[in-house]
């Protein structure tokens, strides 16, 4: 286009938008279809040629030569003895090729060109960076502290971008200056009315998960696998994982010699307590060790209703639950169990069937106690011994020894 070289002419955009010159060519040329559309209501009859090599571009409009008077489009015709104006040669129904000369625009044009420049600048940006952080959803960055605000936190990562740690994704007890570091997940990506909007997150299982990928060299070669990850970020956390290779200690290798991998991550985390774990298949194995550091005596499960009762000492009780119940309900996250935790001496203990007493109880009278529906040791312990005497044909002396014979199997 003749005096325009628009790398030149729009140098500034290059300069302050990371923007390759391909595309930036490819937007001058969706800018210059727009102003054709709007300055000649057509773009359709305009070939828009685009030198990447020299950074200009050039405009030709396409009309075909129509009879004098018959021109209804001047966009689209041009009457013939205009045509024979540019070439002699020209007949009717021929086409007629022109350049559009920089001439030809004026102030107002210019003015829309470079407000169409900005504006396809900007979305392209824009849609550059959702894009971006949209790949990278899970993954950890590392931020500086821009503004402080009392429900969110906004953050510049290494290109300046804008991004935002609320308040209900930060630790209890972070705080943060201007100019601090943080790091943290990409938590989730929307655009909202063609703005991104990069959501960060230091309280999400997969913050502790990417920690621990970072300091543990197994998990990041995938010789360990973190099977789940439960948090009550800042106070507790517990962590299930799993190697395929015996000869690897998975809670080993994650919390290191003297704790040397995980006490790192614990300082990251404002001392969150974190509990590493084996994962196994065995349910009643794996809520034990979910409740560590409290001993389990004994673990009933019901699988329908997904719920465990958990019986242990009297003086482990306290540790199952925790502070402030933390643990039983991290536990029970990890787990997928509802979990009761009970003192042993709660503890019901299973029932024993009377025919299991045939070497200490004669057969008849073990036929006379079913005869009235007692079929267990505790349906006849839960009669009195002058309710069997009425009940039964049985002496007072064989109901005695029968009671004596069926509580010692419980005290036992």
């Known amino acids: 286009m003749e005096n325009l070289n628009l790398i030149d002419t729009f140098s500034e955009f290059k300069e302050f938008k990371n923007i390759e010159r391909e595309t930036l060519m490819r937007i001058l040329e969706d800018v210059f279809k727009g102003l054709m559309l709007k300055k ?39 009457s013939y003895s205009e045509a024979i104006k540019v070439e002699p040669d020209f007949e009717i129904g021929e086409e007629l090729t022109e350049e559009i000369k920089f001439s030809d625009f004026n102030r107002r044009d210019i003015l829309t060109i470079r407000q169409g420049l900005a504006l396809k600048i900007q979305d392209y940006e824009r849609l550059n960076i959702y894009t971006k952080y949209k790949e990278r959803v899970g993954e950890i960055i590392v931020c500086e502290v821009y503004q402080v605000w009392k429900r969110e936190i906004m953050v510049l990562d290494e290109e300046g971008m804008e991004l935002s740690l609320p308040k209900t ?38 913050f502790l998960e990417r920690l621990l990928e970072q300091e543990v060299p197994e998990i990041y070669d ?15 956390a517990k962590v299930s994982v799993e190697s395929y290779d015996d000869r690897i200690d998975p809670v080993g290798a994650c919390v290191g010699m003297k ?51 958990v019986y242990m000492p009297t003086d482990q009780v306290s540790l199952a639950i925790g502070k402030q119940g933390a643990n039983i309900k991290l536990a029970s996250k990890l787990t997928k169990y509802e979990i009761d935790v009970f003192s042993d001496t709660d503890m019901d203990y299973e029932d024993v069937d009377l025919r299991e ?32 005497v009425e009940r039964t044909d049985l002496e007072e002396e064989t109901i005695a020894e029968v009671l004596k014979v069926l509580k010692a199997e419980f005290e036992e």
């Open 40 to 78: 000649y209501g057509s773009d359709e009859n305009f070939n828009i040629i685009v030198n990447i090599d020299r950074g200009d571009l050039e405009i030709w409009r396409n009309r075909l030569i129509v009879e004098d008077g018959s021109v209804e489009d001047e966009n689209t015709q041009i």
């Open 169 to 206: 994704e930060q630790i209890p007890g972070d705080f943060y200056r201007k100019g601090d570091t943080i790091k943290a997940i990409v938590l989730r990506v929307e655009m909202k009315n063609g703005v991104p909007q990069i959501t960060l997150s230091r309280t999400s299982p997969i």
């Open 222 to 236: 995938g010789l360990i696998t973190i099977k789940d990850t439960v948090r009550d970020p800042g106070e507790r």
């Open 259 to 309: 704790g040397s991998r995980i006490h790192g991550i614990v300082r990251e985390l404002r001392g969150e307590s974190i509990d590493v774990i084996n994962y196994t298949p065995n349910i009643d194995l794996y809520i034990s060790r979910a409740l560590s550091p409290a001993k389990i005596t004994n673990v009933v499960l019901d699988k329908e209703k997904q719920r465990a009762e």
């Open 357 to 388: 007493f045939a070497d200490e109880i004669e057969a008849w009278i073990i036929d006379e106690l079913k005869a009235i529906g007692c079929d267990t040791a505790k349906d006849v312990l839960s009669l009195t011994q002058k309710e069997l």
